[in-house]
């Protein structure tokens, strides 16, 4: 594929909006030595000074993202023309058929400022507009494809983890679109600048709700949601700011504790791992999704030049996230269902234990059952689970008959389970019965 053109650029900020063109180009501008120049957003001049070379060509001035807002392109102190090629982000047909090669830029930016511009002919900007449908179509598909997968899961396995990761998906695909451009075709602009700050809101929103459904941390780990929801908090809050003062500043700070957000519960993922297999699937799924988008967004909000990755890694990221987060849950799921009936059957057993054992009872279960409620301090619903665990009820009867979710029934399982202490229980019934028949 042909090398994109050679320029020079430089560049100065217009926050008052006082320069015109005349008194721009009189000016000395500052070099422009990385696209990524911060959160200042407002109003910014960029001198670009071309080969002679390409003059008498058609070129096309190529910035990828959906940052800028608006662009006028200055030659000989002129209002130059321009035809737009791309609808996804800014692409400008111009003729350099003038001796002068400097242009000048007047860009409104209303988000972070990055401006990644890219000179090419416009034959060759053609051809790599076609290159990235193409690449852009297989990548969504396949995402398209993921979501399908998870959603039938969800309806044939009954496990909400599918519906949250599928919510989860839907976010991190919005916020790729967003900086891809393509979410200017889908959505109309009066709604691009505020739907974005409130769709990298539900990054971290959507992120903490899988998270917490897939590491069952409200019972691993009940305490740690404490300091996720503090900084879900302060996110909220930073993004808020922006719409009274339009200042990006707020976006780059909510943008950053977004990012301690899903940290954070990626480093909770690591602490459960230790103990739960399945965990580790989480662990390694969500790195590469995670430290690529720090390394993206976070340079591109603040203006750092160095640790810096491409959207094209973030992409990686997700495709690699996608795969093993969804075999991942599949997993999960299989281990649960297993280890929810191996907890069952053996409080069943035990039931049926202690009643042998102490069969001259009235009515040996129930009075058996509210001693065990009130030894073990069982709550009422862990109580009547319990009762319904001895008539022999399946989990979903269990649910239909208490009006709770298959999910929490299993939830009551596993805290009766711990709470009864039922495997050192069950071992002590059998030494005690064993020592019974020996004599």
Same mark, same amino acid.
């Given at each position: 594929?042909?090398? $994109?053109?050679?320029?020079?650029?430089?560049?100065?900020?217009?926050?008052?909006?006082?320069?015109?063109?005349?008194?721009?180009?009189?000016?000395?501008?500052?070099?422009?030595?990385?696209?990524?120049?911060?959160?200042?957003?407002?109003?910014?001049?960029?001198?670009?000074?071309?080969?002679?070379?390409?003059?008498?060509?058609?070129?096309?001035?190529?910035?990828?993202?959906?940052?800028?807002?608006?662009?006028?392109?200055?030659?000989? #102190?002129?209002?130059?023309?321009?035809?737009?090629?791309?609808?996804?982000?800014?692409?400008? +047909?111009?003729?350099?058929?003038?001796?002068?090669?400097?242009?000048? +830029?007047?860009?409104?930016?209303?988000?972070?400022?990055?401006?990644?511009?890219?000179?090419?002919?416009?034959?060759?900007?053609?051809?790599?507009?076609?290159?990235?449908?193409?690449?852009?179509?297989?990548?969504?598909?396949?995402?398209? /494809?993921?979501?399908?997968?998870?959603?039938?899961?969800?309806?044939? %396995?009954?496990?909400?983890?599918?519906?949250?990761?599928?919510?989860?998906?839907?976010?991190?695909?919005?916020?790729?679109? $967003?900086? $891809?451009?393509?979410?200017?075709?889908?959505?109309?602009?009066?709604?691009?600048?505020?739907?974005?700050?409130?769709?990298?809101?539900?990054?971290?929103?959507?992120?903490?709700?899988?998270?917490?459904?897939?590491?069952?941390?409200?019972?691993? +780990?009940?305490?740690?949601?404490?300091?996720?929801?503090?900084?879900?908090?302060?996110? /909220?809050?930073?993004?808020?700011?922006?719409?009274?003062?339009?200042?990006?500043?707020?976006?780059?700070?909510?943008?950053?504790? #977004?990012?301690?957000?899903?940290?954070?519960?990626?480093?909770?993922?690591?602490?459960?791992?230790?103990?739960?297999?399945?965990?580790?699937?989480?662990?390694?799924?969500?790195?590469?999704?995670?430290?690529?988008?720090?390394?993206?967004?976070?340079?591109?909000?603040?203006?750092?030049?160095?640790?810096?990755?491409? +959207?094209?890694?973030?992409?990686?990221?997700?495709?690699? !996230?996608? %795969?093993?987060?969804?075999?991942?849950?599949?997993?999960?799921?299989?281990?649960?269902?297993?280890?929810?009936?191996?907890?069952?059957?053996?409080?069943? !057993?035990?039931?049926?234990?202690?009643?042998?054992?102490?069969?001259?009872? #009235?009515?040996?279960?129930?009075?058996?059952?509210?001693?065990?409620?009130?030894?073990?301090?069982?709550?009422?619903?862990?109580?009547?689970?319990?009762?319904?665990?001895?008539?022999?009820?399946?989990?979903?009867?269990?649910?239909?008959?208490?009006?709770?979710?298959?999910?929490?029934?299993?939830?009551?399982?596993?805290?009766?389970?711990?709470?009864?202490?039922?495997?050192?229980?069950?071992?002590?019934?059998?030494?005690? #019965?064993?020592?019974?028949?020996?004599?």
């Amino acid at each position: 594929m042909e090398a $994109d053109l050679d320029f020079s650029i430089s560049y100065s900020k217009d926050f008052s909006n006082t320069e015109t063109i005349h008194s721009i180009s009189e000016k000395k501008l500052k070099p422009l030595e990385s696209p990524n120049i911060g959160f200042e957003n407002g109003l910014y001049w960029f001198k670009v000074i071309l080969n002679e070379d390409v003059l008498n060509k058609l070129i096309v001035f190529d910035l990828l993202g959906s940052n800028i807002t608006k662009i006028t392109v200055f030659q000989n #102190s002129k209002i130059v023309p321009y035809k737009e090629l791309d609808k996804t982000h800014f692409s400008l +047909l111009v003729n350099s058929k003038f001796e002068n090669p400097v242009y000048y +830029l007047r860009v409104q930016f209303d988000n972070e400022v990055y401006f990644p511009l890219q000179l090419k002919t416009y034959e060759q900007g053609q051809l790599e507009a076609k290159y990235s449908y193409f690449i852009n179509g297989a990548y969504y598909g396949f995402v398209l /494809m993921v979501f399908i997968v998870n959603l039938f899961f969800y309806i044939s %396995l009954k496990d909400k983890t599918f519906l949250y990761y599928c919510f989860f998906l839907i976010v991190i695909t919005i916020i790729i679109l $967003d900086y $891809d451009g393509l979410l200017n075709t889908i959505i109309p602009n009066f709604f691009s600048r505020y739907g974005r700050v409130l769709t990298h809101f539900f990054v971290s929103f959507s992120g903490a709700l899988f998270a917490n459904q897939f590491l069952n941390i409200n019972y691993y +780990l009940p305490k740690s949601n404490k300091t996720g929801v503090f900084l879900l908090f302060i996110t /909220m809050c930073s993004y808020l700011l922006f719409f009274p003062t339009n200042k990006f500043l707020f976006v780059a700070i909510g943008d950053t504790f #977004s990012m301690l957000v899903l940290l954070h519960y990626w480093g909770i993922g690591i602490i459960i791992s230790k103990k739960y297999k399945f965990s580790r699937f989480f662990v390694v799924g969500y790195s590469l999704i995670l430290f690529s988008s720090v390394l993206f967004i976070v340079p591109l909000n603040w203006g750092l030049n160095t640790f810096t990755v491409s +959207l094209k890694t973030v992409k990686f990221g997700a495709l690699f !996230e996608m %795969l093993i987060l969804t075999y991942a849950i599949t997993y999960r799921v299989k281990i649960l269902q297993k280890e929810n009936h191996q907890f069952k059957t053996a409080i069943q !057993e035990y039931l049926h234990k202690i009643n042998f054992l102490e069969s001259n009872s #009235s009515n040996p279960s129930e009075t058996n059952i509210e001693v065990l409620v009130s030894e073990n301090n069982l709550s009422e619903r862990e109580a009547d689970v319990l009762l319904l665990i001895f008539k022999g009820y399946t989990n979903k009867r269990i649910g239909d008959e208490l009006f709770i979710s298959l999910n929490t029934v299993k939830y009551h399982i596993r805290n009766i389970y711990q709470k009864l202490n039922i495997k050192s229980k069950n071992e002590a019934i059998d030494i005690l #019965s064993k020592i019974k028949e020996e004599v």
